[in-house]
C-alpha cells in the first residue's frame, strides 16, 4: 500500500562547466572547495550543510515520485528542473544548477543520488508511515536553498505488513540455476575492506589501478549499510555482518572514492591511470 503526497520547493540558476573531482579527502571539511555562486548563510540544514542561498526565479526545483516495485520494494523517482547531476565534478567548487543529491527516510540518510532512479528496498521501510525526503546540493557539498530554505521535495510512504512485490514471485523456475552473482565474476585485483564500530580496516588509503582493470570490493560492515563508488555511480548493499562483494571495471580514468552512506566513512580511494 502506498500514499504519496509531493512538495516542491525551489533554489539556483543553470549553468555547465566545472572540473572534473570528486568527493572531499579523508579529514577534511565539506566546504573544502566553494565558488561563487550565491550567498553562502550560516545557517544550516538538518543535517548540518551550510546553506548557498540563490534568488528564487531560475533556481532548481525537485519532485519526489514513488511507485511499487515488481520484486521487492518500490522505485523512486526525482524530477528535477534547473539542475543537473554532476558525479565527475563532486567535491569541487559550487556551480550554478550543478551537484547531487542526498535521499532521507524520517529524517535519516539513506543515500547520495547522482541520478534521477532510486531503488528502495522494502527491508529500509518497516511497517508504517514514512516520510521520505530529498535534498539538493552543490558539488562542494552546501545545500541549495531560497528564502531560507533548503530545496526539498516530500513524500508521505505508507508500507504494509507485506511490502510490495513479496508474494513469492521469481523469474527463475526452481529447476534452472541461478546464474552467477556479479561477487563471482572474474576481478584483476581484490581489496578487502572491514567497518567496525566506526572504523575502517585497513585505514583508508589508495588503491591504484590500470584503466581496465576489474576490481572487487570486498566489504564487511557491522551495521546495515550502502556502499557507493563515486563517478562510477556504483551502489552495493551492506546487509550487517555480512560480507558483500561490487566488482567493477576501472573504464575511467581519475581520482574516485569509496563511502559508506549510513556511515558517511570513506573506506578507499580509486585512483585509476
Given at each position: 500500500?502506498?500514499?504519496?503526497?509531493?512538495?516542491?520547493?525551489?533554489?539556483?540558476?543553470?549553468?555547465?562547466?566545472?572540473?572534473?573531482?570528486?568527493?572531499?579527502?579523508?579529514?577534511?571539511?565539506?566546504?573544502?572547495?566553494?565558488?561563487?555562486?550565491?550567498?553562502?548563510?550560516?545557517?544550516?540544514?538538518?543535517?548540518?550543510?551550510?546553506?548557498?542561498?540563490?534568488?528564487?526565479?531560475?533556481?532548481?526545483?525537485?519532485?519526489?515520485?514513488?511507485?511499487?516495485?515488481?520484486?521487492?520494494?518500490?522505485?523512486?523517482?526525482?524530477?528535477?528542473?534547473?539542475?543537473?547531476?554532476?558525479?565527475?565534478?563532486?567535491?569541487?567548487?559550487?556551480?550554478?544548477?550543478?551537484?547531487?543529491?542526498?535521499?532521507?527516510?524520517?529524517?535519516?540518510?539513506?543515500?547520495?543520488l547522482y541520478g534521477p532512479w532510486f531503488h528502495l528496498p522494502a527491508a529500509?521501510?518497516?511497517?508504517?508511515?514514512?516520510?521520505?525526503?530529498?535534498?539538493?546540493?552543490?558539488?562542494?557539498?552546501?545545500?541549495?536553498?531560497?528564502?531560507?530554505?533548503?530545496?526539498?521535495?516530500?513524500?508521505?510512504?505508507?508500507?504494509?505488513?507485506?511490502?510490495?512485490?513479496?508474494?513469492?514471485?521469481?523469474?527463475?523456475?526452481?529447476?534452472?540455476?541461478?546464474?552467477?552473482?556479479?561477487?563471482?565474476?572474474?576481478?584483476?585485483?581484490?581489496?578487502?575492506?572491514?567497518?567496525?564500530?566506526?572504523?575502517?580496516?585497513?585505514?583508508?588509503?589508495?588503491?591504484?589501478?590500470?584503466?581496465?582493470?576489474?576490481?572487487?570490493?570486498?566489504?564487511?560492515?557491522?551495521?546495515?549499510?550502502?556502499?557507493?563508488?563515486?563517478?562510477?555511480?556504483?551502489?552495493?548493499?551492506?546487509?550487517?555482518?555480512?560480507?558483500?562483494?561490487?566488482?567493477?571495471?576501472?573504464?575511467?580514468?581519475?581520482?574516485?572514492?569509496?563511502?559508506?552512506?549510513?556511515?558517511?566513512?570513506?573506506?578507499?580511494?580509486?585512483?585509476?591511470?
Amino acid at each position: 500500500m502506498l500514499t504519496a503526497a509531493l512538495l516542491l520547493v525551489g533554489g539556483a540558476a543553470a549553468g555547465c562547466g566545472g572540473r572534473a573531482t570528486t568527493h572531499h579527502k579523508p579529514g577534511t571539511s565539506h566546504e573544502q572547495a566553494t565558488g561563487s555562486v550565491g550567498t553562502l548563510l550560516d545557517a544550516q540544514d538538518p543535517t548540518g550543510h551550510r546553506l548557498r542561498e540563490v534568488p528564487a526565479e531560475g533556481a532548481p526545483q525537485v519532485q519526489l515520485a514513488a511507485r511499487p516495485d515488481s520484486e521487492d520494494g518500490w522505485n523512486l523517482q526525482l524530477t528535477v528542473k534547473n539542475f543537473r547531476f554532476t558525479p565527475d565534478s563532486t567535491g569541487g567548487a559550487a556551480l550554478p544548477g550543478a551537484g547531487h543529491a542526498h535521499l532521507e527516510l524520517d529524517g535519516r540518510k539513506l543515500a547520495r543520488l547522482y541520478g534521477p532512479w532510486f531503488h528502495l528496498p522494502a527491508a529500509q521501510a518497516p511497517e508504517g508511515a514514512h516520510t521520505l525526503t530529498v535534498r539538493l546540493y552543490a558539488d562542494d557539498h552546501t545545500a541549495w536553498a531560497v528564502a531560507g530554505k533548503a530545496i526539498e521535495g516530500t513524500l508521505e510512504l505508507t508500507a504494509g505488513a507485506a511490502a510490495p512485490g513479496q508474494a513469492g514471485h521469481s523469474h527463475t523456475p526452481p529447476s534452472v540455476p541461478p546464474s552467477p552473482p556479479s561477487s563471482q565474476a572474474p576481478a584483476d585485483r581484490t581489496v578487502t575492506i572491514a567497518v567496525r564500530d566506526g572504523k575502517v580496516t585497513p585505514p583508508p588509503g589508495r588503491t591504484e589501478l590500470r584503466r581496465g582493470e576489474r576490481l572487487a570490493l570486498r566489504v564487511t560492515s557491522d551495521r546495515a549499510d550502502t556502499l557507493h563508488v563515486h563517478g562510477y555511480d556504483k551502489e552495493l548493499a551492506l546487509p550487517a555482518g555480512q560480507e558483500a562483494t561490487l566488482v567493477l571495471t576501472a573504464d575511467r580514468t581519475g581520482l574516485f572514492e569509496v563511502e559508506t552512506h549510513g556511515s558517511r566513512l570513506v573506506l578507499t580511494q580509486l585512483l585509476v591511470r
